[in-house]
């Protein structure tokens, strides 16, 4: 299988790697909130997870512990990524299924599940696609389950090249720990493979295919947790 670009970027995993460490894309905050949504949802019950785009999994599987899992299920396209993601979540006491698919696919062909994380992946599908997402994932839902989606998102208002020109902007004086070709790499690839949308364009896609949302997560203009249910 052939793989996008914006999925060969996350090859160099140690550049991202620098970003999530030094919580520039806020992944703390979003954490925090992403383990009071779980708690708050199922308390003690197990569940099971359906993480899409999970990359090497490290934010991810340190949140889960102390939950009662019931599984969990990792779909990438990056092999590299996947590999790391399997000694990540090795902690996990749950069965544990990483596969090498498409998101789309992977949740078209899920069986229903509790809980869906997606973490800075929607952005790159087209807006067509956020749209076809949000109505699978209503549907792979169980009852009483959670979309939980963290994500770069545009303001109200803001052109998708004033986003990557400001986003670019910001990160050169924001993300200082990087060199500035890890600086340029990064600009690459957000300004070719990354597509977010405005806020309440998510907001209404999701509206339309039946979720509610719940209080939003902004650390930051741009990114957020956003939370759905079904009921
Ligand atoms: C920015 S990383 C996020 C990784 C992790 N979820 C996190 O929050 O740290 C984006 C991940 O999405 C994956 N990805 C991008 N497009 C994808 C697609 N269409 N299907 C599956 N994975 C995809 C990339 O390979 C990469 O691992």
Same mark, same amino acid.
């Given at each position: ?27 703390? $905050? !979003? ?34 512990? #102390? ?63 956020? $749209? ?9 839902? *169980?009852? #009483?389950? !959670? ?8 303001? $109200? #208002? ?15 004086? *924001? ?10 790499? !990064?600009? $690459? ?20 295919? #039946? ?15 956003? *939370?759905?249910?079904?009921?």
């Amino acid at each position: 299988m052939s793989e996008p670009a914006a999925v060969r970027f996350f090859h160099v995993w140690d550049t991202y790697a620098k970003v999530v460490a030094a919580n520039y894309m806020f992944h703390r $905050e !979003i954490g925090e909130a992403v383990r009071a949504a779980l708690r708050a949802r199922f308390g003690d019950r197990p569940f099971s997870v359906l993480d899409l785009g999970c990359g090497d999994a490290a934010t991810f599987a340190p949140l889960l512990q #102390g939950f009662a899992l019931k599984s969990y299920t990792g779909a990438d396209l990056s092999e590299a990524a996947l590999e790391l993601a399997r000694r990540n979540l090795s902690g996990l006491a749950c069965p544990l299924a990483l596969e090498r698919i498409d998101l789309m696919s992977a949740i078209e062909a899920s069986a229903p599940v509790d809980a869906i994380y997606i973490s800075f992946a929607l952005h790159h599908l087209p807006t067509n696609g956020k $749209e076809a997402f949000f109505k699978v994932a209503a549907k792979k839902l *169980s009852p #009483g389950g !959670i979309l939980l989606l963290a994500d770069v998102v545009r303001e $109200e #208002g803001e052109s998708l090249p004033a986003y990557h020109a400001a986003y670019c902007d910001w990160l050169r004086t *924001s993300m200082v720990t990087l060199d500035a070709s890890e600086q340029d790499a !990064i600009c $690459e690839h957000l300004v070719n493979n990354d597509l977010p949308e405005p806020g309440n364009v998510l907001r209404a896609q999701a509206k339309a295919a #039946g979720l509610r949302l719940l209080p939003v997560v902004a650390p930051q203009k741009w990114h957020r947790l956003m *939370s759905f249910v079904s009921d």
